[in-house]
């Protein structure tokens, strides 16, 4: 089946700092890519939908200008969260379209200290 | 807006015992729907998916049916071992939208 790449896995930062996350399809090529948050206990939530070579579009109360996402090639989509506060800690997972099957990246576990 | 809900949110069985996880969907006009595992801080494993045409999918000890018009699917798994002890996930998949999850069900099984 198709792969989706994401990196990293994990990652500790300061809070103030900006973590970039990227999300890579390795063999099929994604229009479109979707990035998840899941908060502890809770379901995995959509976030955000990158388009490439066009803005992403973000779920309602999402902000955008912290959660920067670039899709600018056909196999790479990134999320980066900028100036990030302990409320941001959390666990990111992205996923790519691939005949009809969504394929996930192996998530990425964010605490901001 | 489609909602998906899992039941029960948590499960504690003994090693050996048969269970059934319920997932309900709010919208039946679903692509298909899967299965997925979820361990502790890591990303998701899926384990069956069904199609929309199809009523159950079966892999080794696992059976997940799929009852669309009544916005239901359950997925049964034979003969618990303490390895299966994860979140279990059930997400359905629309026309042109992400899949959207529940909230899962928390299995442990206990040797």
């Not at chain 1, 930062?13 to 908060?39: H, N, P």
């Not at chain 1, 803005?55 to 600018?72: M, P, R, S, W």
């Not at chain 1, 990111?92 to 192996?106: M, T, V, W």
Request: hydrophobic share 35%; charged share 15%; proline share 4%.
């Amino acid at each position: 089946g198709a792969v989706v790449s994401q990196h990293p896995s994990r990652v500790i930062c300061k809070s103030g700092t900006s973590v970039k996350i990227e999300c890579r399809s390795l063999d099929f090529q994604a229009t479109t890519m979707f990035w998840y948050r899941q908060f502890p206990k809770q379901s995995l939530m959509l976030m955000a939908t990158s388009n490439e070579g066009s803005k992403a579009t973000y779920e309602q109360g999402v902000e955008k200008d912290k959660f920067l996402i670039n899709h600018a090639s056909l196999t790479l989509s990134t999320l980066t969260v900028t100036s990030a506060h302990p409320e941001d800690s959390s666990f990111y997972i992205c996923s790519a379209p691939d005949s009809q099957k969504l394929f996930f990246g192996s998530g990425t576990q964010l605490s901001v200290l | 807006k489609q909602e998906v809900t899992q039941i029960p949110a948590a499960l504690s069985v003994p090693e050996g015992e048969n269970l059934v996880l319920n997932c309900s969907f709010t919208d039946s006009a679903i692509y298909n729907l899967q299965w997925f595992r979820q361990d502790p801080g890591k990303g998701l494993t899926s384990l069956l998916l069904i199609q929309s045409s199809q009523r159950e999918q079966t892999s080794g000890r696992l059976n997940a049916s799929l009852d669309k018009s009544s916005g239901r699917s359950t997925l049964y798994i034979a003969a618990s071992q303490p390895g299966d002890s994860a979140t279990y996930l059930c997400a359905v998949y629309q026309a042109g939208t992400a899949l959207i999850f529940g909230k899962g069900t928390t299995l442990s099984v206990s040797s």
